[in-house]
């Protein structure tokens, strides 16, 4: 059974930092490009950043660019999102996603179709 677990979310103050984690079972982790969506409330949930499975290319959302870094710990089978310089802008529930198939579409990897597994999700709250 896959399962992916995030954690780290919580409220902090805009200018803050946050690391959310990602735990990955059940897939082929090292073979899947990993991804982190969030969604705001009454908005439909965005991409935020990828990674590809070697960790060598990244994509991100021009909104996150410079402060959001996505990386990933193959051998724990983790995936991490270090977010800086929050903004209240940035609440929203953050989902962590997984692509098995694997290959790397650059700045299409933002299409929500190509993930095959998903997270709960974790809040993120950012106060001003």
């Known amino acids: 059974q896959v399962q992916l677990v995030e954690s780290g979310g919580g409220l902090v103050q805009a200018g803050d930092s946050l690391r959310l984690s990602c735990a990955a079972s059940?897939?082929?982790?090292?073979?899947?490009?990993m991804a982190w969506f969030r969604q705001a409330p009454g908005k439909e949930r965005v991409f935020v950043a990828a990674?590809?499975?070697?960790?060598?290319?990244?994509a991100y959302a021009d909104s996150v660019k410079g402060r959001f870094t996505i990386s990933r710990d193959n051998v724990k089978s983790m995936v991490y999102l270090q977010m800086n310089s929050l903004k209240p802008e940035d609440t929203a529930v953050y989902y962590c996603?997984?692509?098995?198939?694997?290959?790397?579409?650059?700045?299409?990897?933002?299409?929500?179709?190509?993930?095959?597994?998903w997270g709960q999700g974790t809040q993120v709250t950012v106060s001003s």
């Open positions: 996603a997984s692509d098995a198939g694997g290959r790397w579409f650059g700045t299409m990897q933002t299409k929500e179709d190509l993930y095959d597994y």
């Open positions: 059940g897939v082929t982790y090292s073979r899947s490009v």
């Open positions: 990674i590809s499975s070697s960790g060598r290319n990244a």
